[in-house]
Nanobody
Framework: QVQVMESGGGSVQPGESLRLSCATS????????VSWYRQPPGKQREWVAG???????KYGDSVKGRFTISRDNAKKTVYLQMNSLEPEDTAVYYC??????????WGQGTQVTVSS
């Protein structure tokens, strides 16, 4: 079994920053890839950013240039550095870890609120 836990959410003002963490644990060597998703209030979940085993990263258009995804392989943890936050970034942020082909695990989510 694999556990995925997000942390680092909170309430900030526009223009501020947060760093989310996605900590994984369990019986696997390393993940194939990890993606961050978010679900704004009343809207569908959307993909935000992803990182794969070779370190390649991709970002959704709405966060390019503001968010950075990174990883610490030794800790089996992936981070999402979020800068220049906007009210539109308000959402529950989820992490999905892919540990094998077709095998993925989701965390419970962490709330990010951006408001003045």
């Amino acid at each position: 079994q694999v556990q995925v836990m997000e942390s680092g959410g909170g309430s900030v003002q526009p223009g501020e920053s947060l760093r989310l963490s996605c900590a994984t644990s369990g019986r696997f060597v390393s993940f194939i890839g990890v993606s961050w998703y978010r679900q704004p209030p009343g809207k569908q979940r959307e993909w935000v950013a992803g990182i794969i085993s070779n370190g390649s990263t991709k970002y959704g258009d709405s966060v390019k240039g503001r968010f950075t995804i990174s990883r610490d392989n030794a800790k089996k943890t992936v981070y999402l550095q979020m800068n220049s936050l906007e009210p539109e970034d308000t959402a529950v942020y989820y992490c999905k870890a892919i540990v094998a082909q077709g095998v993925d695990y989701w965390g419970q989510g962490t709330q990010v609120t951006v408001s003045s």
